[in-house]
């Protein structure tokens, strides 16, 4: 009964817990102190469920007690502290509400709230890892161990970055706000890209012994769910999740029972999954209808679609991806997305054409450690007959790469070249 119940308390508080620290977060404007009262409520309700069974509302039950202890705390503090005081007496007022007390905590406007937490948990004052780990703490629920595990780092270095983050807000006063006009452009930049960091880290490991991992990429995907219903209008808000939707409608496939990558080429289209697609094309949709020059995760949605759309390798628009590749390249001066587009133009037009490309970018800082271009050498190289020369290239993206899946299936096909064996493409 009590591990029923420990089960149910758990399943409570990933649904609630975003929601109700960022009701708290409205009222003590600190996101520190409503994470502690939100904690002490999760505390009482292992302490009191078990015995007494979920309440019908938990949600609402849960921000009651939470509330309470703010009172608690604010007394406390109501001789140092004024203002606190006077916080106490309307939280004790709203908490005390004859007859609707539990229906009046819940009674917040909870999209505001939700929509406020996640601009203040990405704000730009803040550093990406720092932004990545407050916002899985706060709305995907995640501990920070499971973060760390998540993440390939030790537990005390997340916990850091965590206090860290939320003193860093503190003291930079960040405000727990909708940014007006004038700065909801970048703000909501920078909420989608801890979104998609999340995600990519999720659906192409940076390193360890797994090359997916699905819980990161669902983390991901019900964040992009929860900014699109609360931000309806906003075009890039729709691109995000119409991308991650139809990416990971690829996760199943995307290894072999042994855990090794499975080339995009190569990958079992019959078992893509079909629900994910049709949402991702919906939301693809919903983004093009809302009008305006495309943003830079609606075009990648929009190549992600043209791989969806064909029901074989060989039906692939190409061209029309390359065309696509041209436009984000316009948006975005980032030679991860010339490479990319390299590759489209090997498929679409010949290797020899993406060589030049690619070797084009070879002297490029920002690619200097990165494995998948030495990758996409050697494939070309290998298309083009020159095997001796892939098979080094293979080698060398095989000695940068940290993920171990990956290195094995580089090494593999690097003896697969000097085997003279046919090779496929290195999209995946």
């Not at 007494?52 to 949600?59: D, L, R, T």
Request: proline share 5%.
């Amino acid at each position: 009964m009590a591990a029923d119940a420990h089960r149910a308390i758990e399943a409570v508080w990933r649904i609630e817990s975003a929601r109700l620290i960022a009701g708290l977060t409205r009222i003590v404007r600190d996101v520190g102190l409503a994470e502690e009262l939100a904690q002490d409520a999760l505390v009482a309700a292992l302490e009191q469920w078990p015995a007494s069974g979920v309440p019908e509302n938990p949600g609402a039950w849960l921000m009651a007690t939470a509330k309470r202890r703010a009172v608690d705390q604010f007394r406390r503090r109501s001789v140092q502290e004024r203002k606190y005081e006077q916080l106490a007496r309307e939280l004790e007022v709203d908490v005390e509400a004859a007859g609707s007390e539990i229906d009046a905590a819940i009674d917040d406007p909870v999209g505001d709230d939700l929509l406020s937490l996640l601009f203040m948990t990405c704000h730009p004052v803040l550093s990406t890892d720092a932004r990545v780990a407050l916002t899985l703490r706060l709305f995907g629920g995640l501990t920070t161990d499971e973060i760390a595990r998540a993440f390939l780092v030790p537990e005390p270095t997340v916990a850091q970055r965590i206090v860290r983050a939320k003193r860093t807000l503190a003291e930079a006063h960040a405000p727990f706000e909708i940014p007006g006009p004038d700065e909801l452009g970048a703000r909501l930049w920078s909420v989608l890209e801890v979104i998609y960091l999340v995600f990519n880290e999720g659906y192409s490991a940076t390193a360890g012994d797994d090359l997916v991992r699905p819980g990161l990429c669902e983390d991901a995907l019900r964040l992009g769910r929860i900014l699109a219903e609360l931000m309806p209008e906003e075009a890039e808000v729709h691109g995000l999740v119409a991308l991650m939707e139809i990416q990971a409608s690829r996760l199943g496939t995307r290894t072999d029972a042994r855990g090794r990558p499975i080339l995009l080429l190569d990958q079992d289209r019959a078992r893509w999954d079909r629900l994910l697609i049709g949402r991702g094309l919906v939301a693809l949709e919903r983004a093009e209808r809302l009008g305006g020059p495309f943003g830079p995760y609606t075009l990648q949605a929009a190549i992600a679609a043209c791989h969806a759309r064909a029901r074989t390798p060989q039906e692939t628009d190409w061209v029309r991806i390359v065309a696509l590749y041209d436009g984000l390249a316009a948006l975005l001066d980032s030679p991860v997305v010339d490479l990319n587009r390299a590759v489209a133009v090997g498929m679409a037009f010949g290797p020899a054409p993406a060589l030049e490309l690619v070797d084009g970018l070879a002297d490029d800082p920002a690619l200097r450690d990165y494995h998948l271009l030495p990758s996409v050498r050697a494939d070309l190289l290998a298309k083009l007959g020159r095997r001796e020369e892939a098979a080094a290239e293979f080698e060398r993206a095989a000695a940068m790469t940290r993920n171990q899946p990956e290195r094995e299936l580089l090494l593999e096909r690097a003896l697969a070249c000097r085997g003279d064996v046919r090779n496929g493409a290195s999209v995946h």
